[in-house]
T-cell receptor, first 112, second 110 residues
Framework: NAGVTQTPKFQVLKTGQSMTLQCAQDMNHNSMYWYRQDPGMGLRLIYYSASEGTTDKGEVPNGYNVSRLNKREFSLRLESAAPSQTSVYFC???????????FGAGTRLSVL | RKEVEQDPGPFNVPEGATVAFNCTYSNSASQSFFWYRQDCRKEPKLLMSVYSSGNEDGRFTAQLNRASQYISLLIRDSKLSDSATYLCVVSVQAGTALIFGKGTTLSVSS
């Protein structure tokens, strides 16, 4: 079972470049999430989408945009990457009432 | 005050030991509680949900004290494979944000 699939797994960007992180889930979940994880900071929510067509800001949304393309896909875009956005990014989806989140394998992003 | 607080550790224990992790949360409206496990450079995975009555899954026991806003995880008979970071997680409303603690690192040695 694929679960939550993220692409790419690794990426190196130069300051000012843009890129989109892709996420897709095959579990028919309504809610999807983007987190970043930095050493000593734990997981922090960037954006989430409670259902298709809706998105909401999380704890650290500045510098990011998201698109809930359909029920399966939720993308994260960095318009002008900054070194402070060097991090590991995780996408997750959840199964509604039980509120259990399932994570993708992560994208390791370095911005030089 | 951080919404979910955990002792970061590390906890270094020998195989067979019993180890307990504690967690406190600040929002009294929190509804759902979990322990996730994260291996080095991997994604977090659900270890167990935590219920008010307490629950057990094999060697793992989780407890919730809503009055004290306190969650615990007990691991008995530790195995080498239990070495990981354990994340205390809280949710105020289903389908919205989970709030993660920074994690407690466990290292089990032979």
């Amino acid at each position: 079972n694929a679960g939550v699939t993220q692409t790419p797994k690794f990426q190196v960007l130069k300051t000012g470049q843009s890129m989109t992180l892709q996420c897709a889930q095959d579990m028919n979940h309504n809610s999807m999430y983007w987190y970043r994880q930095d050493p000593g900071m734990g997981l922090r929510l960037i954006y989430y989408s409670a259902s298709e067509g809706t998105t909401d800001k999380g704890e650290v949304p500045n510098g990011y945009n998201v698109s809930r393309l359909n029920k399966r896909e939720f993308s994260l875009r960095l318009e002008s990457a900054a070194p402070s956005q060097t991090s590991v990014y995780f996408c997750a989806s959840s199964d509604g009432p039980r509120d259990i989140q399932y994570f993708g394998a992560g994208t390791r992003l370095s911005v030089l | 005050r951080k919404e979910v607080e955990q002792d970061p550790g590390p906890f270094n224990v020998p195989e067979g030991a019993t180890v307990a992790f504690n967690c406190t949360y600040s929002n009294s409206a929190s509804q759902s509680f979990f322990w996730y496990r994260q291996d080095c450079r991997k994604e977090p995975k659900l270890l167990m949900s935590v219920y008010s009555s307490g629950n057990e899954d094999g060697r793992f026991t989780a407890q919730l004290n809503r009055a004290s806003q306190y969650i615990s995880l007990l691991i008995r008979d530790s195995k080498l494979s239990d070495s990981a970071t354990y994340l205390c997680v809280v949710s105020v409303q289903a389908g919205t944000a989970l709030i993660f603690g920074k994690g407690t690192t466990l290292s089990v040695s032979s």
